[in-house]
């Protein structure tokens, strides 16, 4: 069992940083797709950024430039740097471990981010 524990969410005013920490428990975090994505009220869920076991990464063009996901194979802990916040950044942040092999899929609880213009 795998448990994923979200944190560095908070309130920030448009044009400032926040990084968010997403370590994990058990086993299997190397060989897998870590991914963070985000939820606005009344949006549907969006892939924000994810990295791949060999450390490929993809972002979502609304945050390249802005936000840089991370990994840290010895701490089993996933990053997202988030610069140059805006308005409509706001939303709560998950991290997502997996899907492989559709039994290893797992989310963290998430982590409110508000940006105050």
């Known amino acids: 069992q795998v448990q994923l524990v979200e944190s560095g969410g908070g309130l920030v005013q448009a044009g400032g940083s926040l990084r968010l920490s997403c370590a994990a428990s058990?086993?299997?975090?190397?060989?897998?797709?870590k991914a963070w994505y985000r939820q606005a009220p009344g949006k549907q869920r969006e892939l924000v950024a994810q990295i791949t076991s060999d450390g490929s990464t993809t972002h979502a063009d609304s945050v390249k430039g802005r936000f840089t996901i991370s990994k840290d194979n010895a701490k089993n802990t996933v990053y997202l740097q988030m610069n140059s916040l805006k308005p409509e950044d706001t939303a709560v942040y998950y991290c997502?471990?997996?899907?492989?092999?559709?039994?290893?899929?797992?989310w963290g609880q998430g982590t409110q981010v508000t940006v105050s213009s």
């Open positions: 997502r471990l997996g899907p492989w092999r559709g039994v290893y899929d797992y």
């Open positions: 058990g086993t299997g975090f190397s060989l897998v797709r």
